[in-house]
């Protein structure tokens, strides 16, 4: 059974920085792209950041390029999103997915970012 | 950039009634869409892909179509655990989600 566990998120100061991560299981973590979507409050679905299964590639949205950094520690089974300078507007749930082709067959549970003074 | 929107916004429905979401795009798009649906507090559940396949274990009064600029997904007797918020995905140069159709009890 897959399993993707996100962990990192809390209260953080706009500008502050924070590091998720999402421990993964039941699959071969390293042969999948994995990728990181939000959602605001109350609002919709939005794409971040994905990362191919060897890391070599990696894309981001336009919304945080420059500012959050995607990585993967195949070794670990682990996928992480480093987030810098954030936002108000960066306040969301941020979820991991496991990737095929195009769209996401697993999302882990979310873990909450409030970007708050 | 291609945008997605999805109608209706919000629908109110009936156990067992038919109903059917739409989710156009702004520009012709391959049958790469995808339809997820999320419940209050959980996270999104993958129900269809390349427009009308069915993920495996999604029940199968679901289903999917289109091609083109215009796909619906069609769930053909509503059940009590299918009121929740459905998305539909696209990639083009990255993945699009569409804002979203609410079905709730009438």
Known sequence: ?????????????PGGSLRLSCAASGFTFSSYAMSWVRQAPGKGLEWVSVISGSANNTYYADS?????TISRDNSKNTLYLQMNSLRAEDTAVYYCAKEVLYYF???G????????? | AIQLTQSPSSLSASVGD???ITCRASQVITSALAWYQQ?????PKLLIYDASSLESGVPSRFSGSGSGTDFTLTI??????DFATYYCQQFNTYPLFGPGTKVDIK
């Open chain 2, 76 to 81: 053909s007797s509503l059940q009590p655990e």
């Open chain 1, 64 to 68: 945080v390029k420059g500012r959050f």
């Open chain 2, 39 to 43: 419940k209050p507090g959980k996270a």
């Open chain 2, 18 to 20: 038919r109903v059917t």
């Open chain 1, 105 to 107: 067959d697993d999302w």
């Open chain 1, 1 to 13: 059974e897959v399993q993707l566990l996100e962990s990192g998120g809390g209260l953080v100061q």
């Open chain 1, 109 to 117: 549970q979310g873990t909450l970012v409030t970007v708050s003074s």
